[in-house]
């Protein structure tokens, strides 16, 4: 086997599927869940898993959050804390270190907080 079959294979073992338009799968547990990318309202590290929120549910997925953020567009998504991405278009407000999502409050890290400088020009 040469390092290109076995990193094939590490590929084909990821948990998440490429998007295609504007929908993803998401493995939970032993089932996918197909997510359409516009109802993600923000992404959360949480240990060994990422949290999916959505506007109707939360979905937990053993990957990092690298990973799930690479998945996700560049434009509709800005990371703004270690531990935190959040979906663009759904920001309600910016007040301080806190980004405003529906009922949600999501922390702006020290080292992020120039992506929203960037993001407010």
Known sequence: MTSSDTSTIRKESKETI???????????????????????????????????????????????ISDTIELLSDNDFIQVHKSFAVAKKHIVSIEGNRIFIGDYMVPIGKLYKANINQLLK
Do not use: C, M, W
């Open 18 to 64: 490429k998007p295609e338009g504007q929908h993803i799968f998401l493995k939970q547990n032993n089932s996918h869940i197909q997510v359409d990318v516009d109802d993600i309202l923000f992404i959360e590290a949480s240990g060994n898993y990422t949290k999916v929120v959505t506007s109707t549910t939360t979905i937990s997925i053993r990957e990092k």
